[in-house]
């Protein structure tokens, strides 16, 4: 099992519509990043957080460190938000490897 | 803000040769780089952690005879691969963490580098 799950894999949404991605992870954490990936394979870091919730324009990420869970709205959603999104964490462990992968949700929004 | 820049963009090159790949922070300082491989539809997969002077950290299953991380400088960090297959054929990515943090730093990621071994 990963030791971060997200869902859904595959998401296709009508512009407008809110959108919710969602991140679970199972080892202890400082910190977790959501990223953006377009298809021209370029990455952006939307988000680091360690508790709480963050918001920028339209995307709003929150973590909730008790349940070992996070999630990334999307507000009324357009075309041009369409790309991978990743969730990744950073394990507590003060190790050279602490960085840990989910396998993404390709977001499709429809105009 | 940050910037990694990742050269060179794209390469094509013949099965049997070595081909690196540069991965440098330009307006800060990396203590630690990640080199990651990205197959078409998928998603990232970490290949090896390097961190400034030292070894670098190898995932499960990558060949680290055959995957070269040197991370020499603070700014630096370059993936070697070495005696290229056409299964070598990738999208390879670089982020880099900023130094100067006592716990959280941020992530700042490269364009990539799209191999293609024929």
């Known amino acids: 099992k990963n030791e971060v799950e997200q869902s859904p894999q595959n998401l296709t949404a009508q512009e407008g519509e809110f959108i919710t991605i969602n991140c679970s992870y199972s080892?202890?954490?400082?910190?977790l990043h959501w990223l953006q990936q377009h298809p021209g394979g370029g990455i952006v870091s939307l988000f680091m957080?360690?508790?709480g919730k963050k918001k920028h324009g339209r995307l709003i990420a929150t973590i909730n460190i008790q349940e070992k869970h996070s999630s990334l709205h999307i507000t009324a959603s357009h075309p041009r938000d369409s790309a991978v999104y990743i969730c990744?964490?950073?394990?507590?462990?003060?190790?050279?490897?602490?960085?840990?992968f989910g396998a993404g949700t390709r977001l499709t929004v429809k105009p | 803000g940050a910037v990694v820049s990742q050269h060179p963009s794209w390469v094509i090159c013949k099965s049997g040769t070595s081909v690196k790949i540069e991965c440098r922070s330009l307006?800060?300082?990396?203590?630690?780089m990640f080199w990651y491989r990205q197959f078409p539809k998928q998603s990232l997969m970490l290949m090896a952690t390097?961190?400034?002077?030292?070894?670098?950290?190898?995932e499960q299953g990558v060949e680290k005879d055959k995957f070269l991380i040197n991370h020499a400088s603070l700014t630096l960090s370059t993936l070697t691969v070495t005696s290229a297959h056409p299964e070598d054929s990738s999208f390879y990515i670089c982020?880099?963490?900023?130094?100067?943090?006592?716990?959280?730093?941020?992530?700042?990621f490269g364009n990539g580098t799209r191999l293609t071994v024929t």
């Open positions: 390097s961190n400034e002077g030292s070894k670098a950290t190898y």
């Open positions: 080892v202890g954490i400082s910190a």
């Open positions: 990744a964490v950073r394990s507590e462990k003060r190790v050279n490897n602490d960085m840990r």
């Open positions: 957080l360690s508790s």
């Open positions: 982020s880099a963490r900023e130094a100067g943090y006592s716990y959280n730093s941020p992530l700042h």
């Open positions: 307006d800060f300082q990396a203590t630690t």
